[in-house]
């Protein structure tokens, strides 16, 4: 249900503010406005507001929506009263109907820019990038990683934050280019470790695995106590270290949620190191469901190593718009290397990844939610400049085509231009629902 309500919401907003940037520009540019619908097919709510009425809808199917304008072209306008011929869509210079359909992947690009900058103004708390022990024969293996090694920087640009360090990564990547690695070791010296050019199509699913880029399995210290969790109620506190579980050593925060994950409902007796003293308690896991609802034991504790991320007003502003172009010229990057069979057609997806990734940014927090709205902001601006015709790209395309030739493209050109866009996103769309469908099969 927090899936399916994180989805709903995440799609309103998106087509909400997306249909709005269209509506809001249209209405400046003096064009009538029939109706604004958010979702498609059977209509199941409809209300008319204002003194030039407008529809106000919410259809059946909510992937998507559309703002109706008055148009000669449309056939569900009807005979248009001569009075109105003026207010049609059709009828605007060529600047007015580029800034109309313009606006709506703007809008989005301007949400994600909001949002970022929200998020860093308020700050995050987030994973420090320390790195755990790499696989043994993956590439960050051969450049000699060690278990605890913090990385400062990727190809000589800082990162302050596990986010960072998979941006840069993915970045670099794709270009095919050597990654190269600042890292504070242990001792508090500082190496490079050079890892080479990726060789892999595939930049999803288990590329940081490959790749020996993991997170450090954290140290046993709690950070917090969750209130009311079972870890709390048998006296566990901040601060308190974690030496044992059931009179087996530990070392790492992984070990202990291993533990405690394939314990629900068991006591397990742990021995702390608190204050210089060892103290002995018993805690019996709460019983949760995980996501592929089998039962797991949570004690409720964070153990997490983490660093407030918090930037000043300005920089804030300044940081998200680079954040937002960075996003969408990869997002553009890595559609023209799929295009070319340089990247996997894998990496793209569809409705149910989207819910999923949903749902689980909303149950890790509201920072990690917005973070995947403004992603997935970023996507669906970017989709709709794509010069496919039934995008708003495609239309940018034919207005592009009216300013070099001095009049729009022909009817008979527009109506191939729409069969070959339906075939195009229908064939997206099929791709994308299968790979949805092959990340679901173990």
Known sequence: ?????????TLGVL?????????SVARACGVKILRFSVGFGRTLVK??????PTEWV???????????????????????????LPRAFNRQPLASRTAIVLAGPVANLLLAIAVYAGLN????????????????????????????????AVDGAAVRSWTDLRWRILEHSLDGQPLSLRLETTDGTTRDAELGANPQQDVDGDFFLRLGILPHPGRTVIGAATAGGAAEQAGLRAGDRIVSVDGVAV?????????????????????????????????????????????IGRIGVDFRETVLVRYGP??????????????????VRMLGRMLAGKASWRN???????????????RIGWAAYFGFLALVSISLGVLNLLPVPMLDGGHLLYYAVELLKGSPPSDRVVAIGQRIGVAVLTLLTALALFNDVTRLIP
């Open 1 to 9: 249900m927090l899936t399916l309500a994180a989805f709903l919401v």
């Open 15 to 23: 087509v909400v503010v997306h249909e709005l940037g269209h509506y």
């Open 47 to 52: 209300l008319t507001r204002g003194a030039d």
């Open 58 to 84: 919410i259809g059946v199917i909510p992937l998507g929506g559309y703002v109706r304008m008055l148009d000669e072209r449309d056939p569900e306008c009807g005979v248009i009263p001569p009075a109105d």
């Open 121 to 152: 103004l308020v700050g995050i708390a987030e994973l420090r990038p320390l790195l755990d022990a790499p696989p043994a024969g993956s590439p960050a293996a051969h450049a000699g990683v060690q278990v605890g090694d913090l990385v400062t």
């Open 251 to 295: 070392r790492y925060a992984r070990e202990v949620a291993e533990r405690v994950r394939a314990a629900p409902g068991q006591v397990l007796h742990l021995r702390l190191r608190r204050n210089g003293q060892d103290v002995d308690v018993a805690v019996a896991p709460q019983t949760v469901l995980d996501e592929n609802h089998a039962p």
């Open 314 to 331: 300005v920089d804030s502003v300044r940081l998200a718009v680079g954040k937002t172009w960075d996003t969408a010229t990869f997002s």
């Open 348 to 362: 793209l997806s569809g409705p149910v990844t989207i819910a999923d990734y949903a749902g689980q940014s909303a």
